[in-house]
């Protein structure tokens, strides 16, 4: 079995760092065009960099543009008009009480966490259908399905990043456009890293063995015990995207080490 993507084009949101990356390195290592997309232009180079060095001769181009607001995602559709693939990876996270999180910070992660996978959608979606095949895949989480106590406004995005995929796929029926959710869970990115670096510098344990850690303590249902790796996540989003996945569609498939506590999501 190969993962063929040639002559494909993804578009990766939030990919200058963590998962975002990480997926756009398999992409491209399956021999898809991936754009590149973050805020910051020189964190963009970093990551097609990055890419670069990790897949010789990749097809990789990069955008400057703020896609949790709709003047960024208009930078990117006069810049890439059209894809073949779109995975809506963007994503904000952090620990907030729910009495201490006002409607200002609900209204800014619903934005970028699920408005902003809305629009690239409708932009994307319509030329898939012309051309009868197409991939869209969102990033949900676990944190969709089991709320966090502690990243309730987080946990309610993933949620909606579950129900947008799926009504989507319906909407979408025998059309050659398959629409997925992935579900990671604890992944070991800069972003846990940020998170745990308190904890990290206190217990004087690597930031690897600390993530580990955290995943028993605050996760502990998990089946494998530890963190996953991106390369885990990359992998399966990979196979999502590619031809090999067509009967696969209105999927929520979870990559997160057993977390859930289910047979079914």
């Known amino acids: 079995m190969k993962i063929d993507l040639s002559e494909k084009l993804a578009i990766v949101s939030g990919s200058t ?7 756009s390195k398999a992409l491209a290592e399956s021999g898809a065009t991936v754009v590149v997309i973050g805020r910051d232009t020189a964190k963009v180079e970093q990551a097609l960099e990055s ?8 097809q990789v181009r990069g955008l400057t543009a703020d896609l ?8 990117l559709f006069a810049a890439e008009p059209r894809a073949d693939i779109l995975v809506n990876n963007l994503g904000i996270f952090n620990e907030v009480d729910f009495f ?5 910070e609900w209204t800014r992660f619903y934005e970028v966490n699920v408005i902003s996978g809305v629009r690239l959608s409708r932009h994307y979606v319509p030329d898939m259908v012309k051309q009868g095949w197409g991939r869209v ?6 944190s969709g399905v089991a709320t966090p106590a502690d990243m309730i406004n987080y946990g309610v995005t993933k949620s909606a990043n579950l129900a947008v995929s799926h009504g989507l796929a319906k909407r979408l029926a025998g059309t050659g456009v398959t629409v997925n959710a992935i579900l990671p869970g604890p992944t070991f990115t800069d972003g846990l890293e940020q998170m745990l670096k308190d904890a990290t510098a206190e ?16 996760r502990p249902t998990s089946i494998i015990q530890r963190v996953a790796d991106v390369e885990e996540v990359a992998n399966l989003v990979a196979y999502i995207a590619s031809p090999l996945s067509s009967a696969t569609t209105g999927a929520a498939l979870r990559v997160d080490g057993g977390v859930v506590d289910s047979m079914a999501i």
Request: hydrophobic fraction near 40%; charge should be negative.
């Open 203 to 218: 217990s004087g344990r690597s930031a690897r063995e600390e993530a580990d850690a955290f995943v028993r303590k605050a």
């Open 68 to 75: 949790g607001t709709a003047e960024g995602a208009a930078q």
């Open 17 to 23: 760092a963590g998962i975002g990356l990480g997926i």
């Open 137 to 142: 895949i969102f990033l949900s989480s676990e």
């Open 51 to 58: 890419i670069r060095q990790s897949v010789p001769g990749a």
């Open 100 to 104: 201490d999180a006002p409607d200002s």
